[in-house]
């Protein structure tokens, strides 16, 4: 359940000091290993990936690479990259 995710991601933050979303969405789809092919596009700012094992075709993953619990602290410069992700 949603519930126990959440719980889980928060025991991986305390006692690593880790994201977990930072790591699934940012991480690995820029490293060398198996996840680097789900790589769709990577900026200075954003990365876009395609989900591991996903059931939709057309699916993709945009994250910021830059951590926050609040995407409305994004900057100007990041805002202008996040325009070019989308376009």
């Known amino acids: 359940s949603v519930d126990v995710q ?3 991601a928060a025991r991986l933050q305390q006692r690593f000091g880790l994201c977990v ?3 699934v969405l940012v ?3 820029t490293g060398s290993d198996l ?3 789900r790589l769709v596009l990577e900026t200075a700012h954003f990365v876009v990936s395609a989900p591991f094992a996903c059931r939709e075709r057309w699916r993709l993953y945009l994250a ?3 951590h926050s619990p609040d995407f409305f602290q994004i900057s100007v410069m990041e805002l202008e990259d996040l325009a070019h992700v989308l376009k």
């Open 27 to 29: 991480s690995a789809p």
């Open 35 to 37: 996840a680097s092919e």
């Open 6 to 8: 959440l719980i889980r």
């Open 64 to 66: 910021p690479k830059r």
């Open 21 to 23: 979303g930072c790591q």
